[in-house]
Every structure is written in structure tokens, then in C-alpha cells.
């Protein structure tokens, strides 16, 4: 198994839900992420979890919660979104380890994305 | 502070040439570059990637080049062809902590029949 899946596909939710993401893989890697891509611009980092652990929050708002419950799950909570917030969010997995200060190749890997509209 | 930049949004080619795309990065600190093609509502797909030790690496139809003193890489896909028509990003990535890749803007790249 080389992918990364992210459900829903699509999603359309109002600014008083909560809804949450949901991105799997099973490749072994230690280590994934939450980009969010707006139309017509470069995918944005906003988490990443290493060894199920955040390590890095790229200041992003509260309304969005990550959440790591083991290797090969992350989630994401959405809560009181704006419609600003509107855009495609894409879930990848990567090997994490340096090795005696040598990067081993790690395979960053991306879902397909969740299409979510707020309202 | 745009750390990676692709200053061409767009590019043509005719199928069967090659297709150059540029990448440009300022930041030393980057040490693995990567090439991806990303249709539209997909996730970007993986092509190629060079590490910053080396100066180019191979993969098929696909060549990326790095110069690294002019902080410049390079993808060229031989022959292009029109399942090539996508947009392509380039990423770099650091290690703050954990892993991050940065990416550049994109371009379009369009190949003719």
C-alpha cells in the first residue's frame, strides 16, 4: 500500500459546525502532515506530527485542531470555520529519521485531497 | 518571504520537445529539492526529486538539475507529452525541528499536440 487517503473527498459545512478530516496510511512513516492549498497557489504547511507527536504548528488558528491517535491515522477538527477558510486540504506522510546527520530518502507522499466550503 | 520561487506561472511546449521549468530558492538551509505534478482537485504526485549534494539526477523522461551556487534547479521532461500537461511544483525542504517542505508557486505547464 503507497497511498495516503483522505475522506471526505468533499465537504460543505456551515461557521457554527464542527467536522473533522480524516487521513490514513499505512506505509510505515513516522511522520505527517496538513498542507492547505487555496485556488491558484502553492500548498501551505500548517502541521506536522513526527512519531505521533506535533512538531511543528505554523501558527495556525485554533479553530483547526490536529489530532495524531496512532502511526497511521491524522485528524483534523474544524470548528466555528470562516468562509475564508474554504480551500483543499492535503494530508501527506513521509519517512522522519536523520540518520548521523544524513537525510535518508523518505518518500513524502500525498492524499488526494478534502474540497471543503464553508458557508 | 517567498523562500522558493517559480517565476514562470505558464509554459507551452510542443509535443515531442523538451519542457525546461525553473525553480529558484533562496534559503542555503534547503537540503533536499523535489519536483511534483498536480492536476486539478488532486493531490500532488511525486515525480523526482535531487538531494543538495548532488548536481543531477535522472529518472526516465525526467532530468532535474541543481546549481547550487546560483541557488537555481532545473526539470526537464524529454520528449514532453500531453499527458505532461499539469502544473508543477517545486518543493525544498529544511529540518526545523521536524521536516518541512516549502513549495514554489507553480506552472502550468501545456503541451501541443
Known amino acids: 500500500d503507497t497511498e495516503v487517503t483522505q475522506t471526505p473527498k468533499h465537504l460543505v459545512m456551515g461557521m457554527t459546525n464542527k467536522k473533522s478530516l480524516k487521513c490514513e496510511q499505512h506505509?510505515?512513516?513516522?511522520?505527517m502532515y496538513w498542507y492547505k492549498q487555496k485556488a491558484k497557489k502553492p500548498p501551505e504547511l500548517m502541521f506536522v506530527?513526527?512519531?505521533?507527536?506535533?512538531?511543528i504548528n505554523e501558527s495556525v488558528p485554533s479553530r483547526f485542531s490536529p489530532e495524531c491517535p496512532n502511526s497511521s491515522l491524522l485528524n483534523l477538527h474544524l470548528h466555528a470555520l470562516q468562509p475564508e477558510d474554504s480551500a483543499l486540504y492535503l494530508c501527506?506522510?513521509?519517512?522522519?529519521?536523520?540518520?548521523?546527520?544524513?537525510?535518508?530518502?523518505?518518500?513524502?507522499?500525498f492524499g488526494s485531497g478534502t474540497r471543503l466550503t464553508v458557508v | 518571504d517567498q523562500q522558493v520561487k517559480q517565476n514562470s506561472p505558464s509554459l507551452s511546449v510542443q509535443e515531442g520537445r523538451i519542457s525546461i521549468l525553473n525553480c529558484d530558492y533562496t534559503?542555503?538551509?534547503?537540503?533536499?529539492f523535489l519536483w511534483y505534478k498536480k492536476y486539478p482537485a488532486e493531490g500532488p504526485t511525486f515525480l523526482i526529486s535531487i538531494s543538495s549534494i548532488k548536481d543531477k539526477n535522472e529518472d526516465g523522461r525526467f532530468t532535474v538539475f541543481l546549481n547550487k551556487s546560483a541557488k537555481h534547479l532545473s526539470l526537464h521532461i524529454v520528449p514532453s507529452q500531453p499527458g505532461d500537461s499539469a502544473v508543477y511544483f517545486c518543493?525544498?525542504?529544511?529540518?526545523?525541528?521536524?521536516?518541512?517542505?516549502?513549495f514554489g508557486q507553480g506552472t502550468r505547464l501545456t503541451i501541443n499536440p
Open positions: 534559503n542555503s538551509m534547503f537540503d533536499y
Open positions: 501527506a506522510s513521509s519517512q522522519d529519521f536523520v540518520v548521523r546527520g544524513l537525510s535518508r530518502d523518505y518518500g513524502y507522499t
Open positions: 506505509m510505515g512513516h513516522r511522520a
Open positions: 506530527y513526527s512519531y505521533e507527536k506535533l512538531s
Open positions: 518543493a525544498a525542504r529544511i529540518i526545523q525541528g521536524a521536516q518541512k517542505l516549502v
